[in-house]
């Protein structure tokens, strides 16, 4: 049982940056893959970023291409994502979420086993 805990949200103004972080207890095993989805009000979740933590391949929305990074820290058991030129749409909460097997663009959140609870981002203009 995979125990994820989401972390570092907060408020910040349009053209800031924010680093959420979604941290196990115990070690993520390097046949997962870890991704970040997020839901905005009114609107469905949607995936964002994803890396798969044996090859370090990463995957991104079009969307947050070029201002989003996701990376791992496996000595701290943490992968994070590093949000830059934050926009008003970017406001939404972000869930951490894992599953056995690579990443892929294809966002198929039923395939994601374990789900953090979740941490706000708020941009403002």
């Known amino acids: 049982q995979m125990q994820l805990v989401d972390s570092g949200g907060g408020s910040v103004q349009a053209g800031g940056s924010l680093r959420v972080s979604c941290a196990t207890y115990?070690?993520?095993?390097?046949?997962?893959?870890v991704a970040w989805f997020r839901q905005a009000p009114g609107k469905e979740r949607e995936g964002v970023a994803g890396i798969s933590m044996y090859s370090y391949n990463t995957f991104y929305a079009d969307s947050v291409k070029g201002r989003f990074t996701i990376s791992q820290d496996n000595a701290k058991n943490t992968v994070y994502l590093q949000m830059n030129s934050l926009k008003d749409d970017d406001t939404a909460m972000y869930y951490c979420a894992a599953r056995y097997g690579g990443c892929g663009s294809n966002w198929y959140q039923p395939s994601y086993t374990y789900w953090g609870l979740g941490t706000q981002v708020t941009v403002s203009s």
């Open positions: 115990g070690y993520i095993p390097s046949e997962y893959c």
